[in-house]
């Protein structure tokens, strides 16, 4: 079963625009991880947030994390056209190793 | 050095075969975990490893699915009898180790391979 949902579930933007897709699950985790997935393609790790972080930056992209909520954010700033794929949270709680994914958010990104 | 490899990328099969799907994790990897994912939706975990221990096999949907793991390395996930449900991109993924804090290390996946069952 699915853990999280993403919001949107697709999004359509313009180069040079930011995109922010939202992560939303249930139970308490360890960490949380987003992954990307271009068309027909394999699945790229992007960035792990732990529990014990509030948020967390690599390059263009950032996570945040809230708890308290059970949610998540990926902000990825000056969006490129090859930014378009889609996107997945996935969770990972207690000692389980098992990821957790959400269901996905299509990012189109045109020029 | 080379990332998580699956063969085969694609297997078309009939009804009532038996198909091996073979992972090979990236060298030195402890954990190795086998996922599937239906069109449109995220991938859903089947079972996983550390070294040639299956470790949880709970996401498995019957007795059909099978995975072994003999040297701690390759990893081979058989479905026997297929039908056509089965059909789907089945993922591969390897991690290091868990880190000093227990919390799982980040997943590397495969390419996958995508079983059509007719």
């Known amino acids: 079963s699915q853990q999280g949902e993403e919001d949107p579930q697709a999004l359509s933007i313009q180069e040079g625009e930011n995109a922010t897709m939202n992560c939303s699950y249930k139970t308490s985790i360890n960490n949380l991880q987003w992954y990307r997935q271009n068309s027909g393609r394999g699945l790229v790790h992007l960035i792990l947030i732990r529990s014990n972080e509030r948020e967390k930056h690599s390059g263009r992209l950032r996570v945040t994390l809230d708890t308290s909520k059970k949610s998540s954010s990926l902000l990825i700033t000056a969006s490129r056209a090859a930014d378009t794929a889609s996107y997945f949270c996935?969770?990972?709680?207690?000692?389980?190793?098992?990821?957790?994914f959400g269901t996905g958010t299509r990012l189109q990104v045109t020029l | 050095g080379a990332g998580v490899s699956q063969s085969p990328r694609y297997k078309v099969t009939k009804r009532g075969q038996d198909v091996a799907l073979r992972c090979d994790p990236i060298s030195g990897h402890v954990s190795l975990y086998w996922y599937r994912q239906a069109l449109g939706q995220g991938p859903e975990f089947l079972t996983y490893f550390n070294y040639e221990a299956q470790q949880d096999k709970s996401g498995l949907p019957n007795d059909r699915f099978s995975a072994e793991r003999p040297e701690g390395s390759i990893s081979t996930l058989t479905i026997q009898r297929t039908e056509q449900r089965d059909s789907a991109m089945y993922r591969c993924?390897?991690?290091?180790?868990?880190?000093?804090?227990?919390?799982?290390?980040?997943?590397?996946f495969g390419p996958g391979t995508r079983l059509l069952v007719l």
């Open positions: 996935a969770t990972a709680n207690g000692t389980a190793s098992k990821l957790t």
């Open positions: 993924a390897s991690s290091l180790a868990l880190d000093r804090q227990g919390a799982q290390e980040t997943q590397y």
